[in-house]
């Protein structure tokens, strides 16, 4: 669940020059009407009657490269979500293994969503047909919390953030609002682990983009516009990364030109060490149900870090590249197991979000 960092820089745009700058800007739509477009998606919960409404909250949760692989199915008091392998981006991930942990940061949003409407339920892993997750509606108080007050507020926010530290009372609450059965949570918060994290992350990074197939995966997935974004309703779009909009026919162009592995590496390092501390997720296991478990965790961590004023963002080279994930493992005292989720958070600055696609998108029947 990597979003990536695009190092296009605003020379792309001023090497257009002068008029045909504008010309080839004018029809990229505006950041005032991306707001407003995708405004509507993050609006407070309506009528929890309507089961459709707490499925929008279930879709604002993190997934990898922004494809929402998955879909829901309304069945008298049951919402399951199915994964959409039509939607898998098979060289970054080939196993599928993003896919069920996105499916699972949905399912937390969906179960904190409904508890909070008076409709808590029960959460159930389906192996059958490839794996699914029912969520089974009861009936019971309201149980509204600060994770479901954030839910449409948490953002993976790619940028810088301050150095600050995160104060040892907070980092308890971001523990224990992670702590689920089967889940590990590792949280390096020391410089020398953190900056040995930050080598596994260039070499990932440098691997992943020596390889042409991931290239050109992950470019299928970018938006460099807000008229892109808003019309697809998915993808990594790159102004939420901190980068200018671009044409649709120059981003891709750009993005060869002007995202050189040195400088990719280079704010990675930048952004990591701004960052309060990283936290690697490891689950019991290497299969659907256990990664499903990892993605309610993680979910719940960034909720809670949301929650604390906290920013997060998905670090996960070291995950996808198969060759690190022992050193990672060693590094995190958990030897011999496969990390699944790296996040770095800290204190920064908001974002553009990322869109969604609307809910009869994602409807299954």
Request: net charge positive.
């Amino acid at each position: 669940m990597n979003r990536r960092q695009i190092l296009i820089g605003a020379g792309a745009s001023a090497a257009l020059g002068g008029g045909a700058a504008w010309l080839a800007l004018s029809g990229m739509g505006s950041s005032v009407s991306y707001a407003a477009g995708i405004a509507p998606l993050r609006a407070p919960l309506g009528d929890p009657a309507q089961f459709r409404d707490l499925i929008r909250y279930a879709t604002l949760a993190p997934n990898g490269h922004n494809t929402q692989p998955w879909r829901f199915r309304l069945t008298g008091q049951r919402i399951a979500i199915l994964p959409d392998f039509s939607r898998r981006t098979p060289v970054v991930d080939p196993d599928d293994h993003h896919i069920f942990v996105s499916m699972g940061c949905a399912a937390e949003n969906l179960s904190l969503a409904s508890a909070a409407c008076g409709r808590p339920g029960s959460l159930r892993f389906d192996p059958a047909n490839g794996g699914s997750i029912a969520f089974d509606f009861e009936a019971g108080p309201a149980q509204r919390s600060a994770l479901f007050d954030a839910i449409p507020r948490r953002q993976s926010t790619r940028g810088d953030y301050d150095g600050r530290a995160v104060g040892p009372t907070e980092l308890a609450a971001l523990a224990k609002a992670a702590a689920l059965p089967g889940v590990d949570l590792v949280m390096l918060t020391d410089r020398p682990r953190i900056e040995r994290l930050r080598d596994l992350i260039e070499a990932g990074n440098s691997a992943q983009l020596a390889d042409a197939a991931f290239v050109r995966e992950l470019k299928s997935w970018l938006r460099f516009n807000p008229r892109a974004a808003l019309r697809t309703g998915d993808g990594l779009y790159s102004v939420a990364s901190g980068n200018p909009a671009l044409p649709d026919w120059l981003g891709p162009l750009a993005f060869d030109w002007l995202a050189p592995v040195a400088s990719q590496n280079e704010a990675y390092a930048r952004q990591i060490r701004s960052s309060s501390g990283i936290a690697v997720f490891v689950g019991g296991g290497a299969s659907p149900e256990h990664w499903v478990a990892v993605g309610r965790a993680c979910q719940r961590f960034a909720l809670q870090a949301t929650a604390l004023g906290l920013k997060t963002a998905f670090i996960n080279q070291p995950v996808e590249v198969p060759r690190l994930r022992p050193e990672l493992a060693a590094l995190v005292g958990l030897p011999g197991r496969r990390p699944d989720i790296v996040m770095r958070f800290g204190y920064g600055a908001p974002l553009p979000y990322s869109p969604r696609r609307p809910v009869a998108a994602v409807l299954a029947a």
